[in-house]
């Protein structure tokens, strides 16, 4: 199981170089994909840039600018192949992999010289039909791939670099999207990023990635489970401030989104048949809760994401809460829809019964964003392409079926979404759309079913005793809930709580772990056991109660003894907002007698008990120790005043 944060010597480290190794990694990621300058450590060509997209002209032309990584002081060249246009999303996965995609060749640049190199980047314009004017040209070469089919050249056409280093030859595969004629009707894209800042390594990788999608002002979202959130939210040290600024700089445009995504394996159907589904809109308020407290910003989404396993009654029990707009993955669908012509539209469920509507994510493209295999240039390139072959399959419904694309900030990388936004652009094919309007489609538009069915899957088991212990957990977190002046001491006692629900083999250790998380708030309150000496019989006894939290509290004090009388009554409302909190408690208690009170400190409700303890009571009618210390120190002060007396007098009389 993954902790909420990283501990110990290296989050001390992060502490005091957070913004140094920040920097240190962000240049790393862009050295390691040609981004910048290397010291030749890395032998391999890449390709560093490549026009997604190229739009012709009326006569058939366009321009193809690329750049290219190949180690300094080396003889290095490329040339660059064109083949005939792939039908099929099929096609693509062979073309990428140079396994021998048996497709035929339409024309060759020939060796390019890599002449024009700064350092180790190249870059060039490739002329696609005849040269530009004004092109950049690599040293006196011009290159061109002539295609020969004019303003019929709309498609999606594989593209093989072949790399010459001293003698070693490489290939490398790519697409690229040759578009013609007038504009067409636009396809929805939706862009979902997930966030899961789990160490400080990966928050910053995130940062770059919310940064870059913050520099872009189209519609997309950000999905994060409450248990990531924990992880960001309350994490100390500059790497989590940093990443709380970013995604509230990002969630600062209207435009960005926030999409809850609950646990993979939660099955709420389950949750609500054992009688936890009360619970069930905990897992998706409490991520905005958390974003609330950590970025000061406040988002409230309709649609949630779920991954894993899923149920009808699953889906039942979510709609049951108003959560009726669902995206899902489409492993979990027994047939995916970007396999079929019908794909991108608002589906309901077999076998539900509550009016839930669902989109599913494409798979292909959500793990072709995030394929670490590539470099972010070719990754944008391919995506696209892959995109238009999709889109090719019914264009004349482009405008009411939308793409949904699930990446990650941390694997897709801030260069990949900073290119593929502008790639997606610049295709005038597709448009950015947010997570509301992917249901404003109506369901089995274009012929689309209007029902998918599931994966098969017996959902999940639980014990009695696992019910018995998640519903006390429940109950002294609702408890807690209504005494807490602030959301925020809750959440990471109730996010440990809502992962405890979640039906995984480590169930029984995220168990121990909510307990110990709810243990340790209910820590934060003591009740001072000294013993107090009371001088009257109808006097308050002054109860000390202390509080470790920066936050104020509202709750019960309940007081109890055999030999002391109450005279309010057994139970006192208090509000605990400093330090320490002093409650006078009246009560009527024998002369000479000595009594034990316990003190409770529950919450407002009763039904949970914070801290406990016993405070000793003294009580003495006239006080005669306060006497006699009086008339002692009375004597005291007497005795030394004559003796100095009569010291002065003999100093006096003696000659």
């Known amino acids: 199981m993954v902790p909420y944060y990283a501990f110990g010597d290296m989050m001390t480290f992060v502490r005091r170089h957070g913004r140094s190794l920040g920097v240190a990694l962000i240049v790393a990621q862009s050295v390691a994909w040609g981004a910048a300058p290397a010291h030749a450590a890395v032998a391999r060509p890449r390709i560093v840039q490549q026009d997604a997209s190229v739009q012709l002209t009326r006569s058939g032309s366009g321009v193809l600018a690329i750049a290219t990584r190949t180690p300094q002081g080396r003889s290095s060249s490329v040339s660059v192949t064109i083949f005939r246009a792939v039908q099929s999303r099929s096609a693509v996965a062979s073309v990428i992999n140079g396994a021998n995609p048996g497709l035929q060749e339409i024309d060759s640049t020939g060796n390019i010289e890599l002449t024009c190199r700064k350092a180790d980047i190249a870059r060039f314009d490739v002329g696609i039909g005849t040269w530009p004017r004004g092109g950049a040209a690599c040293g006196s070469a011009k290159p061109v791939l002539r295609v020969g089919c004019g303003t019929s050249c709309s498609g999606v056409f594989p593209l093989r670099y072949s790399f010459q280093v001293d003698n070693t030859r490489r290939d490398l595969w790519s697409l690229v999207t040759l578009i013609s004629g007038p504009p067409q009707e636009t396809t929805p894209v939706a862009l979902l990023a997930k966030s899961a800042p789990l160490t400080p390594v990966h928050r910053f990788r995130e940062v770059a990635s919310l940064n870059a999608l913050s520099q872009h002002h189209i519609e997309s979202s950000v999905t994060l489970s409450y248990g990531d959130a924990v992880n960001a939210t309350f994490a100390p040290g500059g790497v989590a401030a940093e990443w709380r600024r970013a995604l509230a700089s990002y969630l600062g445009d209207s435009r960005h989104h926030l999409v809850p995504l609950g646990p ?392």
């Open 264 to 655: 993979t394996g939660a099955d709420y159907g389950a949750l609500r048949a054992v009688g936890l589904g009360t619970e069930i809109p905990l897992h998706f308020s409490t991520t905005d809760q958390l974003v609330g407290s950590g970025t000061g910003r406040t988002p409230n989404s309709n649609p949630i994401m779920v991954s894993g396993p899923l149920t009808p009654r699953s889906l039942d029990a979510l709609a049951l809460h108003g959560r009726r707009r669902v995206i899902v993955t489409e492993s979990s669908l027994r047939t995916k829809p970007s396999s079929l012509s019908h794909w991108g539209v608002p589906f309901s469920v077999a076998r539900t019964t509550r009016g839930s509507l669902v989109i599913a994510t494409d798979s292909s493209l959500s793990e072709r964003s995030q394929d670490q295999t590539l470099e972010p240039a070719r990754r944008i390139a391919i995506t696209v392409g892959e995109m238009m072959l999709l889109r090719a399959q019914h264009p004349e419904k482009a405008s009411s079926q939308s793409i949904v694309i699930s990446t990650s900030l941390r694997l897709a990388g801030p260069l990949f979404l900073s290119g593929f936004s502008d790639a997606v652009r610049m295709t005038g094919l597709f448009r950015f759309v947010g997570p509301d309007d992917l249901f404003t489609v109506t369901p089995g538009t274009n012929g689309a079913p209007l029902a998918r069915r599931l994966n098969a899957y017996p959902g999940a088991q639980w014990q009695p005793d696992d019910i018995r212990r998640v519903a006390q957990l429940a109950s002294s977190t609702a408890s807690l809930r209504s005494a807490f002046t602030s959301p925020q001491p809750l959440l990471r006692a109730e996010a440990a709580r809502l992962l405890a629900e979640v039906p995984t083999s480590e169930r029984e250790e995220l168990i121990g772990v909510a307990q110990r998380q709810f243990a340790s708030e209910l820590g934060q309150f003591r009740i001072d056991q000294s013993t107090i000496t009371l001088t009257g019989g109808g006097s308050d006894v002054p109860i000390t109660v202390t509080s470790g939290a920066n936050y104020a509290f509202t709750g019960l004090i309940r007081v109890a003894s055999d030999r002391v009388t109450f005279t309010s009554g057994h139970q006192f409302p208090v509000t605990l907002g400093t330090p320490i909190n002093t409650i006078r408690v009246p009560i009527n208690i024998g002369s000479g007698t000595s009594a034990f009170i316990r003190v409770s400190l529950l919450t407002a409700d009763g039904r949970v008990t914070l801290t406990s303890g016993t405070v000793q009571i003294r009580y003495t009618s006239t006080s005669i120790v306060g006497y006699l210390l009086s008339a002692g120190s009375l004597l005291i002060i007497g005795w030394w005043w004559w003796r100095t007396s009569r010291r002065t007098k003999l100093r006096v009389v003696r000659p």
